[in-house]
């Protein structure tokens, strides 16, 4: 099997090994495949085509990928007049291609097209090659014809040669599955990858770049952008147990003349990421000299708390 890495161009095509084309029935067409070295490839070029998207760029992103191995095979598409060097690449590679795909930047008529084989088009190559006999017989070579006289073996011996032969059919039929598992497995673990990188370059950013106070809202200011009333929020946050009232010290009032008890919110050691505890050094200092603090909503608690109130309204709150 030769591999290539350039375009498909005239030059690539001297390489090219020979193959019958299969077409595979899916929706309401076929995907062009040929078996090379016993396993079965894809003609990827018609399937790009049939999806909205560039050539060009699809067949150098499968190039540059470590699991791309492409692979020019001459063969005639049905339909064609004549035969011609295409690119093909594995059933995994396949796979891994169409996973890679994201829908929304297709041409709007083409996504459904697009969700369809990435759902379904992997295990249909899959059931047709592997998970029947008339098309496993074009992957396996033609069984061998054994003259052997069992004449003499006792039955014990007939008895032990059944059993090899059916425990040999049933760990091929688990290899053939568990080949099926893994395909869609990549597949799963392929997107999974992509938005994990996602997740990975935001939030790289947000470390670098931003300032993990600068964002913070007053408690009472966030109450008002989400309509909450703050007494009834605050109430309904200390309830279930999010965040808690504590005695910071006492304050002379002039108007009653008298000291009276200042306590402080704070949020309890699970919920510590949705608030910021912010110090008011231009506040007057409590009776011990202690500064007064006051309760911020960080940006994780502002998106955590609006969907905690999804789940647990506040009673009696419009």
């Known amino acids: ?23 595979v ?4 067409g076929h995907i062009p495949a040929v078996v090379v070295d016993g396993r079965p490839r894809v003609v990827i070029k018609p ?5 909205g998207l560039n050539w060009a760029s ?3 992103k499968l190039s540059a990928a470590r699991w791309g191995r492409v692979v020019l095979v001459t ?6 007049t004549q035969s011609r060097g295409l690119a093909t690449i594995s059933l995994k590679a396949f ?32 059931e047709y090659f592997f998970g029947n006999l008339g098309a496993a017989a074009r992957l396996s070579p033609a069984p061998l014809a054994l003259n052997l006289d069992l004449s003499s073996l006792d039955e014990g011996t007939m008895a032990y040669l059944a059993q090899v032969g059916q425990a040999l059919t049933q760990t091929s039929q688990a290899l053939i599955a568990q080949k099926a598992v893994t395909v869609r497995q990549a597949k799963e673990l392929e997107a999974a990858q992509h938005k994990a990188e996602v997740a990975e370059s935001k939030a790289e950013y947000v470390n670098n770049f931003v300032d993990p106070n600068a964002a913070n809202t007053l408690f009472r200011t966030f109450c008002g952008q989400i309509n909450a009333p703050e007494r009834k929020l605050r ?12 005695l910071a010290g006492r304050e002379w009032s002039k108007s009653e003349k008298r000291w009276k008890d200042v306590h402080e919110w704070n949020a309890h050691a699970s919920y510590k990421t949705w ?36 789940r647990n309204p506040i009673e009696g709150a419009k």
């Open 1 to 23: 099997m030769q591999e290539i890495t350039g375009s498909d161009t005239a030059t690539d095509r001297r390489v090219a090994l020979n193959a019958e084309c299969i077409a």
């Open 25 to 28: 029935p899916f929706l309401d």
């Open 47 to 51: 399937v790009v085509e049939r999806l």
């Open 58 to 60: 699809q067949y150098t």
């Open 75 to 80: 063969t005639q598409l049905p339909g064609d």
């Open 95 to 126: 796979s891994l291609w169409l996973a890679g795909i994201q829908e929304g930047r297709v041409a709007e008529h083409a996504r459904a097209d697009v969700i369809r084989y990435q759902d379904e088009a992997g295990d249909r190559l899959e």
């Open 235 to 246: 109430e309904h946050l200390r309830a279930k147990g999010i965040i808690y009232k504590k």
């Open 275 to 310: 608030f910021h505890q912010a110090d008011q050094p231009d506040a007057p200092r409590l009776h011990n000299n202690q500064m007064r603090t006051t309760l911020y909503v960080t940006p994780i608690g502002k998106v955590a708390i609006d969907r905690w109130l999804k």
